[in-house]
């Protein structure tokens, strides 16, 4: 079984950034993509962003495009998040997990088998 431990959220103001880290534990995570994901109140979980096995491919949902960068150090085991420019509607828990193979084609939750506890950001307006 895989742990994985969200950390660096918080509260910032809208225009500020965070950085989100994502340390696994129980197993090499090196073969697999990695994805971030985010739910916010009263909202069901939605996708945000995954990167493949290398870290040579990314994709983002249109709503963070230009603004988030998600990227991983095989080596630490740790898959992160970057987020500039955040905005109120960033505002969410956020959720890293492992998916079942090395690139993820749909950016939906199926296929991603572990997932971690969650960090809370909270951006004001």
């Known amino acids: 079984q895989v742990q994985l431990v969200e950390s660096g959220g918080g509260l910032v103001q809208a225009g500020g950034s965070l950085r989100l880290s994502c340390a696994a534990s129980?197993?090499?995570?090196?073969?697999?993509?990695m994805g971030w994901f985010r739910r916010a109140p009263g909202k069901e979980r939605e996708f945000v962003a995954t990167?493949?096995?290398?870290?040579?491919?990314?994709y983002y949902t249109d709503s963070v495009k230009g603004r988030f960068t998600i990227s991983r150090d095989n080596a630490k085991n740790t898959v992160y998040l970057q987020m500039n420019s955040l905005k109120p509607e960033d505002t969410a828990v956020y959720y890293c997990?492992?998916?079942?193979?090395?690139?993820?084609?749909?950016?939906?939750?199926?296929?991603?088998?572990?997932w971690g506890q969650g960090t809370q950001v909270t951006v004001s307006s």
């Open positions: 997990a492992v998916h079942s193979t090395p690139w993820d084609t749909t950016g939906s939750t199926a296929g991603y088998d572990y």
């Open positions: 129980g197993r090499t995570l090196s073969s697999y993509a």
């Open positions: 990167v493949s096995w290398s870290g040579g491919a990314t």
